[in-house]
């Protein structure tokens, strides 16, 4: 018997794209295991050179460049240039074979460079097989339209409206599931055995600071202005793999019997979020959308240009949370929030209304109907991501 086959393609140039197509893969897994899943970053299957300055490149701009990124993204959303799409398609020439030779029913991508590779091999006639792309943030780029993707999964109706009006997409092939993030957070969790567990006073005040690692924002000088006003403050900070930035969080001087969690790359941060008043980060789609399903404000400390900056606007339109890009403003916001907690308690509740748990099994179940599953039978158990020849 023949499953279905389902490509799960994303490209690990920021940690989102990643985790959005781990959490499609985990719906399917679990709601239609007669579907075959395949998971790949196509950074793995480019050359050497090429991955490491597609992904170290996006890293450094956005981190220490941000205006050159910013006119990279503005030109980029104007038209895609012919030497940057020729380069891509180079280098890409092995994935594409690997991928074609895999023979899958359905290609579903969370990052633009898999649809512009598929794009092109069905103009070339290498393939036909249907593409579907799920859109990680509340923006509709230029660089993710592709006329030959069948189907597109985006974040709310504003960007559905974008993608449609701007590229002629039709609205039945642009679906409203929200961005694909892991069923962990939407999983009831026990506040008080994960207080008691990081060592934190129920009645005192927490606030999350996040970061992914690059481009973390003034957390430094937002954590040390918010204890000047509120001592009494218990701070959590998650630097990810910034080694450098948590040894400078770690060495802040502290308040009087002030708290401070300093901590490394985390798979906890839902039940980090459960214990928090606040979050304070980067606009990220991902780490904004897993927020949000929490029900928790967010204040967006810092945000990348371009598409990061669409995710703060569509946050302060729902009115889950704040947008604070100086030390001062997260200071002020911060402070200000946990003096009026009727105010604290209204803005979790826009925050929770504007979340999107479900948006995996949403995403799953269409791709679903679009391959056919058969008859509930389950797969062998998934080993690593793979591509292989069918038999």
Do not use: C
């Given at each position: 018997m023949a499953f279905p086959r389902v490509l799960l393609v994303t490209a690990s140039a920021g940690n989102g794209h990643t985790r959005a197509s781990a959490a499609i893969a985990a719906a399917l897994r679990a709601r239609h295991p007669t579907i075959d899943v395949a998971e790949v970053d196509v950074i793995t299957r480019l050359p050497r050179w090429h991955g490491h300055t597609y992904k170290a490149g996006y890293v450094r701009l956005v981190d220490r460049h941000p205006l050159v990124w910013r006119a990279i993204y503005e030109d980029t959303d104007r038209q895609v240039t012919a030497l940057g799409?020729?380069?891509?398609?180079w280098a890409g020439r092995r994935f594409l074979r690997e991928s074609?030779?895999?023979?899958?029913?359905?290609?579903?991508?969370?990052?633009?460079?898999?649809?512009?590779?598929?794009?092109?091999?069905?103009?070339?006639?290498?393939?036909?097989v249907p593409l579907h792309t799920v859109v990680t943030d509340h923006d509709a780029h230029r660089i993710w339209?592709?006329?030959?993707?069948?189907?597109?999964?985006?974040?709310?109706?504003?960007?559905?409206?974008?993608?449609?009006?701007?590229?002629?997409?039709?609205?039945?092939?642009?679906?409203?599931?929200?961005?694909?993030?892991?069923?962990?957070?939407r999983a009831r969790r026990d506040p008080v055995a994960i207080r008691a567990r990081l060592g934190l006073d129920p009645a005192r005040p927490t606030v999350l600071f996040l970061s992914g690692g690059f481009a973390p924002?003034?957390?430094?000088?937002?954590?040390?202005?918010?204890?000047?006003?509120?001592?009494?403050v218990q701070v959590v900070a998650v630097c990810g793999r910034n080694v450098r930035l948590a040894?400078?969080?770690?060495?802040?001087?502290?308040?009087?019997?002030?708290?401070?969690?300093?901590?490394?790359?985390?798979?906890d941060v839902p039940d980090l979020m459960t214990v928090a008043d606040l979050v304070v980060g980067k606009s990220g789609g991902l780490t904004m959308s897993e927020c949000l399903?929490?029900?928790?404000?967010?204040?967006?400390?810092?945000?990348?240009?371009?598409?990061?900056?669409?995710?703060?606007?569509?946050?302060?339109?729902?009115?889950?949370?704040?947008?604070a890009p100086t030390p001062e403003e997260?200071?002020?916001?911060?402070?200000?929030?946990?003096?009026?907690?009727?105010?604290?308690?209204?803005?979790?509740?826009?925050?929770r209304a504007m979340g999107r748990p479900e948006a995996a099994d949403l995403v799953a179940d269409r791709i679903a109907e679009r391959v056919h599953p058969t008859v509930a039978v389950p797969l062998p158990p998934h080993g690593a991501p793979r591509l292989a020849p069918r038999a």
């Open positions: 799409h020729l380069l891509s398609v074609i030779a895999w023979r899958p029913d359905l290609v579903v991508s969370t990052q633009f460079l898999p649809p512009e590779l598929f794009a092109w091999a069905h103009r070339k006639g290498w393939t036909k339209w592709q006329p030959e993707v069948e189907q597109y999964y985006v974040a709310s109706d504003l960007v559905r409206a974008r993608l449609s009006y701007r590229f002629a997409v039709p609205f039945d092939r642009i679906h409203v599931t929200g961005i694909p993030i892991d069923a962990g957070f924002g003034p957390m430094a000088a937002s954590i040390l202005g918010i204890w000047q006003d509120r001592p009494d040894r400078r969080i770690a060495d802040l001087p502290r308040p009087e019997g002030g708290t401070l969690h300093v901590l490394g790359f985390r798979d399903a929490v029900g928790r404000p967010f204040v967006v400390s810092h945000a990348i240009a371009g598409q990061e900056e669409r995710n703060a606007d569509a946050l302060l339109t729902g009115g889950g949370g704040v947008k997260v200071r002020w916001h911060v402070v200000r929030l946990l003096a009026r907690p009727d105010e604290l308690r209204a803005m979790a509740a826009r925050a």
